[in-house]
Nanobody, 123 residues
Framework: QVHLVESGGGSVQAGGSLRLSCAGS????????MGWYRQSPGKEREGVAH????????TYADDVKGRFTVSKNNADSTLSLSMHNLKPEDTGVYYC????????????????WGQGTQVTVSS
């Protein structure tokens, strides 16, 4: 059975940092590209960071570039998102997802999703 389980969310003040983790099981983690997605109140879910299956290549949404870093550890099947200088507009539920193809700078054909973890940034 496939599982993607996020952890590490919480409440911080603007300017603070958080590190999210996503643990995968039940599928060939190393064979999938992955992404972090955010759903903010009143907005559609959006991709914030993507990484290739190998972990060598990454892309970011413009509003998180320079503040967020995504990494993938295929040895222990974990995906991480380090977030610094957090802003109130970063507030939302963060999901990790695994996909089968990395094209046009994003992980696509998403096959698996986690349940999400809440990040709240106060001003």
């Amino acid at each position: 059975q496939v599982h993607l389980v996020e952890s590490g969310g919480g409440s911080v003040q603007a300017g603070g940092s958080l590190r999210l983790s996503c643990a995968g099981s039940g599928f060939l983690f190393a064979g999938y590209c992955m992404g972090w997605y955010r759903q903010s109140p009143g907005k559609e879910r959006e991709g914030v960071a993507h990484i290739t299956a190998s972990g060598w290549n990454t892309t970011y949404a413009d509003d998180v570039k320079g503040r967020f870093t995504v990494s993938k550890n295929n040895a222990d099947s974990t995906l991480s998102l380090s977030m610094h200088n957090l802003k109130p507009e970063d507030t939302g539920v963060y999901y990790c997802a695994a996909g089968v193809s990395f094209r046009r700078g994003s992980c696509q054909s998403l096959a698996y999703w986690g349940q999400g973890t809440q990040v709240t940034v106060s001003s």
